[in-house]
């Protein structure tokens, strides 16, 4: 039963819902006082849905759960939630993996703009738990690595310096580099601790050299010295 206005728009109930139908026109819903629009389910723990006709098939599209403080839902997989007028921004979740990136043109910024709060990047532990892997921290300009850190690929460098003047690199060799033309400097500055340097021999670890920080920085050969 109810009101139906002509064949284009209709409101009506059938005992179990409610309706408002529109059938071959664009539907506006007009808000033209000054004054504020509420769309508003007053039904305890009763959600709000916006449905749509994806190729004759009805889904959800929008789902405000009502028992999870309003909680927003794009139920769907492959669901994409665009933001900008070039669909720039784009968050989605193919039914497997998760994706957020910028699709258009210009720079992603992850940005916490909290006076002395950091950015954590986070990943499973490896034991069913969570645990911080990269951290900005905020109050110390410092970026943080928590875990154990590889580049798995050969010939790619790790540099450090304004014009990458330290690097290390593997190509097969391992190297650390001075590239500039400076001093390079291997320093201890533990109290009487010293500098050693360690080879394979034949499968044995043995000290090659020792440099004695507690005896004026003597240097002690574990064997022959070829010049």
Not at 13 to 29: D, H, I, K, R
Not at 176 to 185: G, K, M, P, R
């Amino acid at each position: 039963g109810g009101f139906a206005g002509g064949t284009a728009f209709g409101l009506f109930e059938n005992g179990s819902a409610s309706y408002v139908t529109n059938q071959n026109q664009t539907f506006y819903l007009n808000q033209t006082a000054a004054a504020a629009l509420y769309l508003r389910n007053t039904s305890s723990d009763q959600d709000i849905y916006i449905s749509v006709n994806d190729g004759g098939s009805q889904i959800n599209a929008i789902q405000i759960d009502a028992s999870a403080v309003g909680s927003v839902l794009l139920p769907n997989d492959n669901q994409y939630l665009y933001i900008g007028a070039g669909n720039d921004l784009t968050l989605v979740h193919n039914g497997t993996d998760s994706y957020f990136y910028n699709a258009a043109a210009g720079n992603l910024y992850i940005q916490n703009n909290v006076a002395d709060k950091d950015v954590i990047l986070r990943c499973d532990d490896g034991s069913g738990g969570d645990a911080a892997y990269i951290t900005l921290d905020g109050s110390a300009s410092t970026t943080l690595l928590s875990q154990d850190t590889r580049l798995n690929v050969d010939s790619k460098s790790l540099s450090v310096g304004a014009d990458n003047d330290l690097r290390m690199i593997h190509d097969g060799t391992s190297y650390l580099q001075n590239i500039t033309a400076t001093h390079f400097i291997i320093q201890n500055t533990g109290l009487d601790q010293d500098i050693t340097f360690k080879v394979n021999d034949g499968g044995s670890h043995i000290t090659a050299l020792q440099i004695d920080a507690s005896d004026a920085g003597t240097a002690i050969f574990n064997h022959d010295i070829v010049l």
